[in-house]
């Protein structure tokens, strides 16, 4: 069995990659387990300036790396070069604020002194998915590497080349003793990964699938996951909100990524009196997007990843209008090579349908009107996700009370849904559990160990 990428953009075969056999896995894990006694009595500072050295050379490298992932996966250009770079963000973050996050925590008992210390539990599995080939893989990494753990990387088989140059890369900056290492299993392999008494724990961000086999291998072993499923972000526009901002947020906000993120907005509901309107201007918003190259740094949509997810975008696109939705824009593949879907605009969406169920992961917007802020926010939670949703209104106050009162693991007021090292990430429902980034990211895999001196 082989691991293969295939270009996006020209539907041509890339490389392919053998896969670890029973015998090469154990290797690796025996690796993982010599590197984690040696990293985890590495001083903050001597883990910290390995990483910044990480950092140096995303920023040195953005463009090399940005276009490994276009190739690899069809990003745009100009979005696979911020990825890298803020895959260095995270890195600084980490490297500046894992030592005081992770500090020892006096607490007043009878003892002499007692304290809360954090240690590393050990070898990280990290089964990582496509459409953010260094980000994904990044946000995971960096605090369990300060956090002291080491990491096996498991990546997406479409995207090898991205893992390949993450695993040089950390090797390069002083991880040269496998703390950061890639791991080819197929696919009956994984479950034996995971129940190894090596491995201490599992991060996966993908399908709802996956994460409910993940999760359930990691339970029955006894060892704590985390879990970063799909979405279908709502994107609410209450009756005074700022149209100009909304319309120009919410289309990228459903686009970037070609319309493959799991906190893309998803589900557009609007206030029944500014409806109309807002979809004019979207869908005029959305015409006007280039599909193109995604190596032409003036293209706004590149190939969908694979020729499966494409045809599985437009198999829901065509099951939605049977349910009743009309295509405003688009609704078809592009002709020409590669992977290419037409930036598509449905509206007549109503509950029980489709667009409105089911996560389209793709160039796709599902429009939705309700009569008011209360129908908004039940029609939000009207689904079995729960990961990311944006509130726009002029009125913040409103904002933030309504925020409360959504079921998701991150809303924004006046913005688009987006990960930031400083705060925490995760969803809720079938969006998965545990979170990653801030420091609530960092004690995920770590040992919460009470210490009691008499």
Request: with cysteine; charged share 30%.
């Amino acid at each position: 069995m082989a691991y293969q990428t295939v270009s996006p953009t020209t539907g041509e075969e890339i490389a392919r990659y053998s896969t670890h056999d029973a015998d090469e896995i154990d290797e690796r894990l025996n690796w993982a387990m010599e590197a984690f006694k040696d990293h985890r009595d590495r001083t903050y500072n001597a883990r910290a300036e390995r990483l910044e050295t990480v950092a140096d050379l995303l920023e040195k490298r953005a463009r090399e790396y940005g276009e490994l992932m276009t190739r690899e996966m069809g990003k745009p250009i100009d979005q696979a070069v911020s990825e890298a770079e803020k895959c260095a963000w995270v890195c600084r973050y980490y490297a500046q604020h894992a030592e005081s996050f992770l500090a020892d925590e006096p607490e007043e008992t009878p003892a002499k002194r007692s304290f809360v210390a954090y240690e590393p539990l050990g070898p990280i599995f990290a089964v990582m998915p496509w459409n953010f080939p260094f980000w994904q893989a990044f946000r995971c990494a960096a605090p369990a590497l300060m956090a002291g753990n080491v990491v096996l990387l498991k990546h997406a088989s479409n995207v090898q080349g991205c893992a390949d140059a993450m695993e040089d890369l950390f090797k390069e900056a002083g991880f040269e003793n496998h703390e950061f290492q890639v791991v080819r299993p197929a696919r009956k392999h994984v479950s034996d990964i995971i129940q190894d008494r090596r491995v201490r724990g599992s991060a996966l961000t993908g399908s709802v699938a996956a994460g409910s086999a993940i999760g359930r291998e990691a339970g029955d072993a006894i060892k704590p996951s985390v879990l970063e499923l799909g979405g279908s972000d709502p994107f609410i526009v209450l009756d005074d909100a700022d149209l100009d901002r909304a319309v120009d947020i919410g289309v990228t906000a459903r686009m970037q990524n070609n319309g493959q993120s799991c906190i893309a907005a998803k589900r557009f509901i609007l206030h029944s009196s500014i409806a109309k309107e807002f979809t004019r201007r979207f869908i005029s918003a959305v015409e006007d997007l280039k599909v193109g190259d995604p190596m032409d740094d003036m293209t706004d949509i590149g190939p969908m990843a694979r020729e499966d997810l494409r045809d599985t975008v437009h198999d829901q696109v065509e099951r939605a209008i049977r349910d009743g939705a009309v295509a405003e824009a688009g609704g078809h593949s592009v002709d020409r090579d590669g992977f290419f879907y037409k930036p598509t605009v449905l509206t007549e969406v109503e509950r029980g349908t489709v667009a409105f169920d089911e996560e389209i992961f793709g160039p796709v917007a599902s429009l939705i009107v309700a009569e008011d802020a209360r129908e908004a926010v039940d029609l939000a939670n009207d689904t079995r996700f729960g990961l990311g949703a944006s509130i726009f209104t002029e009125d913040r106050e409103k904002g933030e009370r309504l925020a409360r009162r959504v079921e998701a693991g991150c809303v924004f007021v006046n913005e688009m849904v987006k990960s930031d090292p400083r705060l925490p990430f995760g969803g809720v429902k079938d969006s998965g559990y545990g979170r990653e980034l801030s420091r609530h990211g960092i004690r995920e895999f770590v040992n919460a160990k009470t210490i009691w001196v008499e």
